[in-house]
């Protein structure tokens, strides 16, 4: 196996000013995780090119954790002039010209408002680490699933009950829309009500899929909320292979999250 990155990490002195600064100039999308003053970043979907996940975190004052004024990784963006002009324009400092190197692209060194350093890249197209291959796709021209719907009768009942099963806030979109960022897809409680439109929501007839890391704690949260199915809520392993156990939310969308390590893809 190949020994490449998977991770980076950003220490700040400032959460609000770091995470209005990256969210700005490159759209990155940040989930509370772990300990108070810890984020979870999504530069992009899972299955995208590059480095898609990292986290922010307080900057240390003292104890053994170092402190940390660079990481020095590289932003893959669709235009180094435009990725200049937004970092300016949000607060960082542009060290120096654009600069090409061969077979590459085109690289803008900054500065963000922190005082860490760190570089956006326009790679060439045929590089897999380009913003415009991450964009078409690697594999063909395949579409990418990026949003799943979940009606709600009550959007504030059921965004509750989310945030309690998978811990994290998400995102009021709109008056009838509320968005969890799951791995790369977008799970969007939504009331067409709430929104104005002239309809009423309606159940899914069949399961919306969750793979974690672990279930008991999914499952002891479920057994709080009161959610799990009567016939199958323990978690058992099925005879396709997988261990899961299946649920319902408060509106009546069934649900069923699976241990990561089993899923079963048809291969």
């Given at each position: ?33 772990g300990p108070p003053g810890f984020f979870v970043i ?113 959007l504030d009942e059921s965004v509750g009950f989310y ?85 319902s939310d408060p509106f009546g969308n069934p649900l ?12």
């Amino acid at each position: 196996m190949a020994n490449f990155i998977a991770h980076f990490a950003i220490q700040a002195d400032d959460l609000d000013r770091a995470r209005d600064f990256y969210q700005r100039a490159f759209g990155w999308r940040f989930e509370p995780w772990g300990p108070p003053g810890f984020f979870v970043i999504q530069t992009g979907a899972s299955d995208e090119a590059g480095v898609t996940e990292g986290a922010l975190s307080v900057r240390p004052t003292n104890g053994p954790e170092p402190r940390l004024n660079a990481y020095r990784c590289s932003i893959s963006v669709a235009s180094a002039s435009a990725a200049r002009d937004a970092i300016i324009e949000h607060g960082g400092e542009v060290i120096g010209p654009i600069f090409e190197l061969p077979e590459v692209g085109k690289i803008v060194s900054f500065v963000d408002p922190e005082g860490n350093v760190a570089a956006a890249v326009e790679y060439v197209a045929t590089d897999r680490r380009s913003a415009h291959a991450a964009m078409v796709g690697e594999v063909g021209d395949a579409p990418r699933l990026y949003r799943v719907i979940l009606p709600a009768g009550d959007l504030d009942e059921s965004v509750g009950f989310y945030r309690r099963l998978l811990v994290m806030d998400g995102e009021r979109v709109s008056p009838g829309r509320h968005y969890f960022q799951c791995g790369g897809v977008i799970l969007a409680v939504v009331d067409p009500r709430a929104d104005g439109d002239d309809r009423d929501a309606r159940p899914n007839s069949d399961h919306v899929y969750l793979a974690v890391k672990e279930l008991e704690p999914y499952h002891r949260r479920a057994a709080d909320l009161r959610a799990l199915a009567p016939d199958m809520g323990a978690i058992e392993t099925r005879p396709w292979g997988e261990r899961s156990f299946y649920l319902s939310d408060p509106f009546g969308n069934p649900l069923c999250l699976v241990d990561r390590e089993t899923l079963f893809t048809g291969n």
